[in-house]
């Protein structure tokens, strides 16, 4: 503009106080942009810049919009409290924040004060200007003086007030700024401090009224978000006490609130920051963190009833509510606690009641994993038949919605089938066998009735014959573990029998799937000729295939006596030691067969996963 003015001789072309606002405004909000670059401006103003270098500095905004702040008093123009706070705005919105940008907001904010002194603006920096400076401290993280430096703004603002600048009050923002450059700047107990002593000052304050002494300037009133910046970052901090720090933060809120403060309540995000602290921050590791976890969220739950409904917010922009509930069942499952599979179901409950209300709230198929996941973790008698019941109510969600003409949020996947069998081959139930048999049929069905996410898989298969493999125990009515029945170990063994013969017609069969039947040979109790030839049969299938494993060599040394394992790789192509010492003396030891020496042929096919890496030396 000023180039224009000049080559047209038109001074109402020449830039004004507006037009360089404007411009400062434009700068502000272009900082947030980590790929702006600036380098074409300092060329055109003839600053000396290495645009090469400096191409991408996200710094460059806040130089630029001080460079215009200083043509502005160049030119005799007087800038007002606008034109400032823009620069200090571009150095606020830098991405990330940095050092640097703190450093120069807190010069702009002296230079103001300077420029004021010496009578060349009209407006000293008030709340506002003070506050962004305390602001970009907070972003800066500087654990070893943004803080301090923070606090030293705080008593400054205070020093001028006293001295009649009325603008420079520290307002609540102000107040939060400092608090939130403590926090997140590991000065914890700093910003707890600086919040019990607004509490107790705001207390005391209501208190003297109430008895009819009323003081001169009401002291400043801590609002939720002061509050949740001490609870988030309690929250998230290593302290052995953090999570202890955090809840009596968060009960001070709620008895401030109960004071006669409705305004200054929790919501969701007081109760998420608590519930990950116990369920993946660093309180997980106490043994009674999830029941924490728990209790936390029903009390979240009792508040929403209650009317606080900003603790479960019908539409939130920051995270799904969803991911609240299901750390919390995770928490269960991860520690393989017994109760995981009922809690799971009873938060279930709770989110379809809550999901009336709060849409995002609605169970979906990440929920009912999270369940699923909790009863193959509990190891119950009747984990198996409750994850089946899950199974059912899923795919029951899923006809409903075909039958209306529209999509489910609910869909039945492979691992939703391979978890509830999990929970049938972790049961001490006489009906494991049976019913992680009856969860692959619902798999291939729902698969044939057009569900492509329930392709039956091979790990479907293989946990149905490893569920056969573990049939030989089972729980009495002491919840002592004792033998099943050989009726039930052998109607285990023929469906594990089935299963193979039905994967090798598919060419589906695995090193892992061989291992796993020949396993059951070995542990069931069944009748010495059978065990023995379906062992052998199986293993040599499994040299057909070129499929032999260490597992697979692991799982036949078990199932058959010393003698008959050297037998059946001898028979099957294996060359003895040359010096024949094979086997002991009595016939009850042998040497061990190294997976490397086996023929090629055997061994081919393995993939490299089932290789233990232990015997390719």
């Keep these: 503009m000023d ?39 300092y060329d055109d103003v003839g600053a000396p810049m290495d645009k090469g270098k400096h191409a991408y500095n996200p710094l460059y905004a806040g130089r630029a919009a001080e460079s215009l702040l200083s043509r502005m008093l160049a030119n005799n123009f007087r800038p007002d409290a606008y034109a400032f706070a823009s620069v200090l705005n571009t150095y606020q919105r830098i991405p ?23 009578n060349r603006i009209d407006d000293p920096p008030d709340v506002f200007h003070y506050t962004m400076v305390c602001a970009c401290w907070s972003r800066s993280g500087e654990q070893g003086m943004a803080g301090e430096r923070c606090s030293e703004i705080l008593r400054h603002m205070q020093d001028r007030h006293k001295l009649g600048f009325a603008r ?51 002291p400043v009133r801590p609002d939720s978000f002061s ?86 917010p019908a539409n939130s922009n920051r995270t799904n509510p969803i991911f609240t509930f299901t750390s919390v069942i995770d928490a269960y499952s991860v520690l393989r606690r017994a109760d995981a599979g009922d809690v799971g179901e009873e938060l279930l409950g709770v989110m379809i009641k809550l999901g009336r209300d709060v849409p995002q709230l609605c169970p979906n198929t990440y929920t009912y994993l999270s369940v699923l996941y909790a009863w193959s973790s509990s190891a119950r008698v009747d ?17 409903v919605a075909a039958k209306e003409g529209r999509e489910s949020i609910i869909r039945t996947t492979q691992r939703c089938y391979v978890l509830a069998q999990t929970a049938w081959a972790r049961s001490p139930s006489e009906k494991k066998a049976e019913g992680a048999l009856k969860v692959l049929e619902m798999m291939e069905k729902n698969y044939q009735n057009g569900n492509k996410d329930a392709r039956p898989t091979v790990q479907a298969y293989s946990m149905v014959v490893n569920a056969c493999a573990f049939a030989d125990l089972v729980t009495d009515s002491e919840g002592k573990s004792v033998k099943s029945s050989q009726e039930i170990q052998l109607k285990a063994f023929r469906i594990a029998q089935s299963i193979l013969h039905r994967m090798e017609e598919q060419s589906m069969v695995t090193s892992m799937i061989y291992g796993t039947f020949i396993k059951c040979c070995g542990r069931l109790t069944l009748p010495d000729d059978i065990a023995a030839e379906s062992a052998t049969r199986a293993f ?23 003698d008959k394992f050297l037998d059946v790789l001898v028979k099957s192509g294996y060359e003895r030691d040359s010096t024949g010492k094979m086997l002991s003396r009595d016939g009850k030891r042998m040497q061990r067969v190294r997976w490397n020496h086996l023929p090629i042929s055997w061994r081919e096919n393995v993939d490299p996963k089932y290789i233990n890496d232990g015997n390719l030396k």
């Design 168 to 218: 420079t009050k520290p307002n609540i923002r102000t107040y939060n700024a400092v608090i939130d450059a403590h926090a997140h700047n590991g000065r914890l107990e700093e910003a707890e401090d600086m919040l019990i002593s607004m509490v107790d000052a705001y207390e005391s304050s209501a208190a003297r009224s109430m008895e009819g002494v009323d003081d001169e300037e009401l």
């Design 227 to 312: 509050f949740n910046t001490v609870i988030q970052q309690w929250a998230r901090s290593r302290a052995h006490d953090g999570g202890k720090r955090a809840v009596a933060i968060l009960d001070r809120m709620l008895e401030f609130h109960q004071n006669g403060n409705a305004d200054v309540r929790p919501d969701d995000r007081s109760f998420s920051y608590l519930v990950h602290h116990y369920t993946k921050g660093s309180g997980r590791m106490a043994p009674n963190a999830p029941d924490k976890a728990l209790a936390l969220l029903k009390r979240m739950v009792d508040m929403y009833w209650q009317g606080y409904k900003d603790v479960i």
């Design 96 to 118: 990330k924040g940095r050092l640097e940008a703190a450093l120069a907001a807190d010069g702009v904010v002296r230079g103001m004060e300077s420029l004021h002194f010496h």
């Design 3 to 41: 180039a224009v003015a000049k080559e047209l001789d038109m001074p109402s072309v020449r830039p004004n106080q507006r037009s360089f606002n404007v411009a400062l405004d434009v700068i502000s909000k272009s900082a947030p942009r980590v790929n702006i670059s600036l380098a074409s401006y």
């Design 540 to 562: 040599e299938e499994c040299c057909r295939f070129g499929l032999v494993s260490d597992f697979v060599l692991t799982q036949m040394r078990y199932a058959l006596t010393p």
């Design 383 to 399: 984990a198996g038949e409750r994850a089946t019941r899950i199974l059912e109510e899923m795919e029951s969600c899923m006809e």
